[in-house]
């Protein structure tokens, strides 16, 4: 349960920072969400997120457009993690 409560309060974020799109409704757990730019920048950001270590996200292409993928899965994630990974993507999309 609280997966899905770490999913809608990333998917809070994420539509709250106008850099940022939702990209489909919250499903459990998942979050798909993309960077306002073109889907280059979107491959870059997801290399750069996932370089760092902190998080492992994947991506789909949705309606056409190159969408990262975030999903809360593993039992010892905390509220911290989702700090950790909004912190993560904020400070890679501010790098483009």
């Known amino acids: 349960r609280s997966h899905i409560g770490y999913a ?44 760092t270590g902190t998080a492992f996200l994947s991506h789909t292409v949705l309606q056409g457009k190159f969408v990262l993928r975030l999903a809360y899965g593993n039992l010892r994630t905390t509220p911290q993690d989702v700090d950790a990974v909004w912190e993560s993507v904020q400070t890679e999309a501010t790098a483009l």
Request: proline letters at 2%; hydrophobic letters at 45%; one cysteine or more.
């Open 8 to 51: 809608q309060d990333f998917a809070a974020r994420v539509a709250a920072d106008g850099r940022f799109e939702l990209s489909a409704p919250i499903s459990l757990s998942l979050v798909c969400f993309r960077y306002r730019g073109s889907d280059e920048q979107n491959r870059i950001l997801l290399d750069r997120i996932n370089a």
